[in-house]
DNA sequence: TCAGCCGCTGACACGAAAGT
DNA sequence: ACTTTCGTGTCAGCGGCTGA
């Protein structure tokens, strides 16, 4: 490798100390078209390197390109954010008077815990108004039910129902979607 | 940036039930 | 009896999200 720079070098000593060259070289592709064109220089052979270095440059320009278009990308979208944030303040996002730094927001009570809709259910059969679901529902196995009831009406995720029956999440995962899938095509033949 | 967790998917296998 | 279909299982691998 060292050789095959030095040969290099000697033959194009004003590209020494280029980063575009150096990677260009870092490359075992274009190091074999190094080698080929050292040992038996002609205009052929140079003029593949020539294109394969093009070729790199390219790559390079574009990466470098798009980096830096999503960099200013997202500062530019952070930047307006913020500003029609600061120009349009929704009603919970104003600082309350009481001069403590706190939003409307924050004087919220969070009631996230009692949101559930099924809570006080232990089946979704029991909380099912439209008939055409509820056929569909009872038309699944009962393990499928018993997932489904698991997921929607307890909120567990498929680990944790994994773990109350004893069989791994992806057998879980696998069964829920087939279940919502029943239950989809079976909704699909009644419209 | 990396590790850990979670969920999804494909490939493959097995057993039971239904169809031929 | 054999084949097909269905439900279910595991394993391996991937990607997204989150917290350290």
Redesign the pocket.
Known sequence: MDTLMTRFYKHYPHLKHNKAVDSFISKEENRTLIEQFLHEPNAEREHELNEAFKSHYFDIRFTAYVSSSLYFHSVNFDKKHRTYSERHPLTLDKKTDQGDGQAFIDLVPDHSDSLSPFKNYSTLAECLEDDDLLAGYMAL????QRILDLAYVQEW????I?RS???????????????LN?LRTLLQKKE
Do not use: L
């Open positions: 196995t009962e393990r499928q995720s498929d680990t944790e994994a029956m004893g069989v791994s999440q992806q057998a879980i995962s696998k069964s829920h979607k087939k279940a029943a």
